[in-house]
């Protein structure tokens, strides 16, 4: 059975950092991609950050780039994701996601198995 549990998400200020985590077990971890998304209240679900199961190749989105962060490690079944420089408007449930050699990292089509979310709480 595939899980992912995500950890990390809280409440902080603006300007402030926060390092979500994303274990996951069930798979060959190293034949998968792996994303994050998320959903704010009243929105629908967006892309924010994902590696390729190679982990040759990363992307984030443009409303986080420079500030977040994607990085793997593939001894731990471990995602994680760096989160600099928050804003407000990074609010939202942040979801962890998989796909067995998912190439279209941006897309929800490339993940088969989601996590439960980890709320993410930025103050002004």
């Known amino acids: 059975q595939v899980q992912l549990a995500e950890s990390g998400g809280g409440l902080v200020q603006a300007g402030g950092s926060l390092r979500l985590s994303c274990a996951a077990s069930g798979i060959t971890f190293r034949r998968y991609t792996m994303g994050w998304f998320r959903q704010a209240p009243g929105k629908e679900r967006e892309f924010v950050a994902a590696?390729?199961?190679?982990?040759?190749?990363?992307q984030v989105s443009e409303s986080v780039k420079g500030r977040f962060t994607i990085s793997r490690d593939n001894a731990k079944n471990t995602v994680y994701l760096q989160m600099n420089s928050l804003k407000p408007e990074d609010t939202a449930v942040y979801y962890c996601?998989?796909?067995?050699?998912?190439?279209?990292?941006?897309?929800?089509?490339?993940?088969?198995?989601w996590g439960q979310g980890t709320q993410v709480t930025v103050s002004s």
């Open positions: 590696v390729s199961w190679s982990g040759g190749n990363t």
């Open positions: 996601a998989t796909g067995l050699y998912g190439d279209a990292l941006s897309q929800g089509r490339t993940y088969n198995y």
